[in-house]
């Protein structure tokens, strides 16, 4: 397994294919606008070494029983699962922010394993044993793996084949004897600076149609063909400097345009199966939609503690706060909980996957995209106005020789310095307002989507069945028709 360093060193030897502020990037482990993001998953390798967290970090092979990261793992059973969430709370607690290179291509591979044994089973491809002999790879070179679903979409009333133009959804242009070339784009997909690979999923439901436009691969990073842009943030800007107003962590999010890239048979796990892009959607929100609840339960530890220091720093004792506090723990075990229990309820898949209950992860994805900004406003309360953007000066400022100390000295609240106290108003500030906001409202799909999932699978006639049985009700009462 790769050390944090050996990790840094692997994005290193990529080709250069980012860009940031209309500049290419040339080593994504020293720009300032990509190295928080790469010092933010270099902790995931670093975790494994460390006694506290191996156990989460790390597992075993079920193909060749060697010690390998859980994030290259498949997840066989509801404790293999279960780990996931563990990762993805651990993750957060150690950086405060995403970690979507060893995350989201985690949760693509597994979706996949499953779909292409079905897939081989019904059309006698063998798209299972080219995932199988990737996952493999992906082990023994301990790649993170961003994943890729979400498409530029175009005209949403329109389904990808009738958009005015095409590339709108990635698409298969051409199929040849050795393999396929893609053309279109994803955005604003998490970890790319700091992954090796990244996994592409169809980003919908395709009929027939729409074909083309089902298409499952993975890809090096810096595959010819490939442009990959960084999005931005108002707080970005404070990233191109070294000082106390950013953590050394964070996430970035990026679009990738892909101009006739070729990606080679082995590398291809679905092309033209429009029937399965279902099964992929469905596989793939249950897994990310449970576990995600990790993910801002581990932030949510972090804004407890901020909050807590926060309150010490103001010269107060965080007793004061208990109610609130204990609200945020709340928040915080209401999601990871309800993920853990969709799990407890999910089902292993043929394949030996494993697979989270569909309708409870999709109600956990309503409560992420809810219960963290009730934890957010709740930190930023007890802070006071000192968390908010635009209530403290800068680093430069505070460090001044000519004013910094008068800033100092006006900053110090109790027994607390005042640099410090500013440094714990940043952390609030970018854990409520800046880069641990991405991916509470539409990490994994928007809640409306949820919600729609919710409906599907709720069995509201089996309910009102209950009903009249308890009363003794005969009578067929009907759903009224449609007024016209």
Known sequence: MKTAEEYKESLKRLRPNIYKFGKLIEDVTTDPATKRTVESHSRCFAAAYNPEYEEIFTTTSNFTGKKIFRFNSLMMSEEDVIGNSKLKRACYRLTGTCTGGVCVGWNC?????????????????????????????AQENSLAVAGALTDPKGDRSKKPSQQSDLDSNLRVVEIKNDGIVIRGAKVMICGVAASNEIFLLPGGVYGEA????????????????????????????????????????GITQAYLMFDNVFVPNERVFMCGEYKYTRDI????????????????????????GAAVLMAR????????????????????????????GAIALGKKHPSGVYFPDQLLANVNKVQVATLPYETKRLTQDIAGGIGETGCLPSCQDI??????ALIEKYLKA??????????????????????????????????????????????????VDYAKKIMNIEEDVKEPEKSK
């Not at 107060?316 to 993920?339: A, C, Q």
Request: charged share 20%.
């Open 414 to 463: 109790g027994e607390t310095s005042g640099k410090t106290r500013a440094k714990i108003a940043r952390l609030i500030e970018w854990l409520t307002l800046g880069a641990g906001v991405p991916g509470t409202m539409h990490g994994g799909g928007s809640p409306d989507g949820a919600r729609l999932f919710i409906r599907a699978l709720t069995p509201f006639d089996k309910y």
């Open 399 to 404: 460090e001044n020789p000519q004013y910094g």
């Open 281 to 304: 959607i469905n596989y793939f929100t249950s897994t990310y939609r449970a576990c995600i609840g990790a993910c801002v339960a581990g932030q949510g530890d972090v804004m407890i």
């Open 109 to 137: 591979q597994n979706t996949l394993y499953a779909v292409t044994y079905d897939m081989d089973k019904e059309y006698n491809t063998n798209y299972h044993q080219r995932l199988e002999n990737w996952i493999k790879y």
């Open 313 to 340: 720093a103001n010269g107060l004792s965080s007793r004061v706060f208990f109610d609130k506090l204990i609200n945020m723990s709340i928040n915080n075990e209401v999601t990871y909980g309800l993920g853990i």
């Open 210 to 249: 729409d074909k083309d436009f089902a298409v499952a691969c993975v890809v090096p990073r810096d595959i010819e063909g490939l442009t990959i842009v960084e999005t931005t943030r108002p707080s970005d800007l404070r990233e191109l400097e070294d000082n106390f107003d950013m953590p050394q962590t």
